[in-house]
């Protein structure tokens, strides 16, 4: 139903006039990977940046931190990308096996499958003739019927995310994001950077990158685009301050022994 606010503006009663809403619900649906980039953004920028904090905690010469860094880019991110694919492809696996399920069920006791439909639409206030129309229509075609048992049942989506999609989704944030903290270790020691220490800038870009990433998380989750950015940076920093802790505390022990 549209409120009032709704009739100032165009582009949403366009998008729900009967012709426009027919086509939307008959095409495929459509998958956010946003989850993926935001997570994939974010862990390779702390993951780096931690490393780069505990290498410079422990004043390791500039060139170890880029071998660390650019090693946990390329490790980690492929890892995570691996890791998001095999756990995508299981929640798809999962849901077919649930699948098969209910339809050996229908096979095997479809008194008592349709006994399960009657039930769930009761609970949702159907009653008298109204249920039983329900009940006859969602178990007069088998595919209907099994998609409302996975989705009413179970709780679970027929379709679900591609886990190529979302592993590379992964990766690609992964490694633009995690990349930025080892730039200003790169410039300088390719002699941009004389008699300047690299690492308070990159603490700057890795803030930048931090709050950039909650921000623009924000514009799709209706949060305000400066508490997202917010949120995110104290996740990182707060893993940086701890990686940085450790690398301090690690040079001292090395000192005293």
């Not at 019927?145 to 679970?156: A, D, K, N, Q």
Request: glycine share 12%.
């Amino acid at each position: 139903m549209l409120n009032g606010s709704s009739h100032s503006h165009p582009a949403v009663m366009a998008a729900h006039t009967p012709e426009a809403v027919r086509a939307r619900l008959r095409a495929s649906p459509s998958h956010s990977y946003l989850r993926d980039l935001v997570y994939g953004a974010v862990d390779g920028t702390v993951t780096t940046f931690a490393v780069v904090s505990g290498v410079a905690g422990a004043n390791l010469p500039e060139r170890v931190v880029l071998v660390l860094g650019l090693a946990n880019v390329l490790g980690d991110g492929f890892s995570m990308a691996v890791g998001n694919f095999l756990a995508t492809r299981a929640e798809g696996q999962l849901v077919q096996r649930a699948r098969r399920t209910e339809e050996r069920h229908i096979a095997a006791v479809p008194a008592g499958e349709r006994e399960e439909v009657r039930q769930i639409y009761a609970a949702k206030g159907f009653c008298g003739e109204d249920l039983e129309r329900a009940v006859d229509l969602i178990t007069s075609d088998r595919g209907r019927w099994l998609e409302t048992m996975l989705r009413e049942e179970l709780g679970l989506a027929s379709a679900g995310p591609s886990p190529g999609r979302a592993a590379l989704a992964t990766f690609a944030a992964f490694i633009v994001a995690g990349i930025v903290p080892l730039v200003a270790f790169a410039y300088d020691l390719a002699g941009g950077l004389p008699h300047i220490n690299p690492f308070p800038w990159s603490v700057s870009m890795a803030a930048a990158v931090f709050f950039a990433i909650g921000a623009l998380k924000a514009r799709f989750v209706e949060q305000r685009w400066y508490r997202g950015g917010v949120e995110v940076l104290g996740v990182g920093g707060g893993a940086a301050l701890l990686a940085y802790g450790v690398g301090v505390l690690l040079r001292n022990v090395g000192v005293t022994a």
